[in-house]
């Protein structure tokens, strides 16, 4: 049994079962001492909110840093606890703007996609519609250890979730769902392998999945843009319209767009609420970056 395991596992027990107040003062408490220890993906993180924040001192770059370890260490612990939460908390701590827009998409019976990016609480957000009558389906990637990603999968599917493992048969199985009427959610704001899209995000080149275009080109279903940020308690949700299919072009040039029209959606939201995406990784492909083989 892997290190790794054993830490998640414990976190799970621990935090699950603290008083909220205490549960989550402790969460903030690690998150200012790695923000402390900056490793490296604290520097990742400095380095993408400064992207997108350009015009910031250091002063509040370091603070904008504090804020986004602590929301990254919210959702942890709020994935900790979440399989506790009844159903009326885990509907009642959700406020959506727009949710007509995703409710209409799935009464026209193709199915819908929504696609967002890693920022707030997606698991919370997925829970809610499980729990109000729009049960969500989504992609995992395969984590290692085995264990650590089965219980992860088991998380999801306990919150009413169907998880599929991320692999060539997903997209077909994910476009057989939609055609089933079914709400497909994808976290979709990177993807550095040669599949994904290159877009202009931030007045640079970074690269997302194609996933979501494909879909929608593919079956019809639309596709909705969709962010979630923390509120003091809980979360909120915002609908974009669907974004449409250009009716002109190869199917690779409507991929390309459709992802950029996402990728600029995206843009409008963290320059408000840059400090609740969990972006610790690299996203953009300029600077040092490396094509893998």
């Not at 509907?91 to 959506?96: A, E, I, K, P, S």
């Not at 609480?121 to 829970?127: I, P, S, T, Y």
């Not at 055609?179 to 704001?189: C, E, K, T």
């Not at 550095?192 to 019809?220: C, E, K, W, Y």
Request: proline share 5%; net charge neutral; charged share 25%.
């Amino acid at each position: 049994m892997s290190f790794t395991y054993i830490a998640y596992f414990l976190a799970w027990k621990l935090l699950g079962y603290l008083p909220e107040a205490r549960a989550y003062a402790l969460m903030n408490w690690i998150a200012d001492q790695i923000t402390k220890r900056n490793p490296s993906g604290v520097q990742r993180l400095r380095s993408n909110y400064l992207r997108v924040r350009p015009e910031l001192e250091e002063p509040e770059l370091q603070s904008l840093v504090r804020e986004g370890m602590r929301s990254y260490l919210r959702y942890w612990c709020d994935t900790f606890r979440l399989p506790l939460w009844s159903r009326d908390e885990i509907v009642g701590r959700v406020v959506v703007i727009n949710d007509h827009l995703l409710r209409d998409a799935l009464a026209a019976g193709k199915g819908a996609i929504v696609s967002l990016p890693h920022a707030g609480n997606w698991d919370h957000a997925g829970a809610y519609y499980c729990q109000t009558g729009a049960p969500v389906v989504t992609v995992a990637e395969h984590l290692e250890p085995e264990k650590l990603f089965r219980k992860f999968l088991d998380y999801r599917q306990s919150l009413g979730m169907e998880v599929l493992d991320a692999s060539a048969r997903s997209l077909a199985l994910l476009s057989q769902r939609l055609r089933q009427g079914r709400l497909i959610a994808l976290v979709a704001d990177r993807d550095l392998s040669r599949n994904g899209v290159d877009v202009n995000f931030f007045n640079h080149p970074a690269r997302m999945p194609a996933g979501p275009a494909v879909l929608s080109i593919q079956t019809g279903a639309p596709l909705l843009t969709a962010f979630v940020r923390y509120l003091e308690v809980g979360i909120e949700i915002t609908f974009e319209p669907a974004i449409e299919i250009p009716e002109e072009g190869s199917t690779s040039s409507k991929v390309t767009a459709m992802i950029q029209e996402s990728a600029t959606r995206l843009e409008g939201h963290l320059k408000e609420h840059v400090s609740d995406w969990h972006m610790l990784q690299r996203i953009w492909i300029d600077g040092d970056f490396k094509e893998r083989e």
